[in-house]
Structure formats: structure tokens, C-alpha cells
């Protein structure tokens, strides 16, 4: 995500003028509507004072990945000192558990697309998730939550495995 790029330009060169415009392009992005809220679709339309997105698909995957993982890195990279970034972190990770994790029939669990009903896909790039999900749940303070988000992260890798293994190459399939 270039905003994580922008913000470490910054930090880099002293100069804050670039961390600013960042600041503005994100807040924009995250104050545009939503259809659910906490999971943002794939286009925006931001040539205009108020951004909006100009579809209702919404991936974790391809096109989508970046923007949920770092809203966690940034929490963890201003060493915790932006708290706004893990609580757009703690809405969105929410959102994907109530909205996109389902269930196989064999138990396996996986994050769906969605474009106003759900799509039973999970593309290999959504693994990030598992990650996402057992290093989320270390900043989480309340024991109940943070232990179901290290599931789901467990859960979530163990199905990308499960992908994995069902391939003669051991690659997984992109969708």
C-alpha cells in the first residue's frame, strides 16, 4: 500500500509534508460510504472532494490484500501509537469474520468474496489472512477476542495447507 510507503518517506526524510497528503487520501478512503461497514470494495472514484467506490465487490485477495494488512502494519509500525489504525484494523477484521468467514463442509474455513451476495471463492493470495489474523490477535486485549482471532488465523492457514497439498506441484490454485 503506498500510504504505508508515503508515511515511511517521511519518517525517512523529516519532511512531513508527505505523510500529510497520505493522511488525507486514507481518511478519505475510510470516510467514503460502505455498503458493510469495515470492508471497503476494490474501485474508488477519487477524482472528486468526496471519494466514492464506484462497485460493491469486495476481495481480501488480488486488489484488496494490501489495504486490510496494513491498517494493522501501520498500527505496529508507529509502535502503537496511532491507535486509529488498529481500531480501522479491529472494524474491518471484524467485518470479514461476520461477513465473509465461512465453512466448507469438511470444516475448512475460508474468507469469500463478495459483490452484493456472497462468492464461494477464496483466492490463494487471501492467505495473508492467517497471518493477518494470529499477529492482529497479539494486540487485542480482551482474552476471548484475542484467542478467536488466533484461531481463525489458524484456521485459515490450515486450509491454504489443506490447497497446498492438494496439488501434485504443492502450489496452490490462484481461485
Known sequence: MIYYCIRALSRFTGNNSYRKMGDKAFSSIISAPQSIPGLFPTYIY???????????????????????????????????TEPKFFEFYTKSSNAIINHLLKSTQEGYKYICQNDQKDIAVMEQLTCFAAGMFALGSLSISDLSEREKHLQIGKDLLETCVAGWKMTKTGVAPEA
Open 46 to 80: 477519487a477524482d472528486t472532494i468526496n471519494p466514492f467506490f464506484t462497485n460493491e465487490f469486495i476481495n481480501i485477495g488480488s486488489m484488496g490484500d494490501s489495504f486490510y494488512e496494513y491498517m494493522l502494519k501501520l498500527y505496529l509500525q508507529t509502535n502503537k
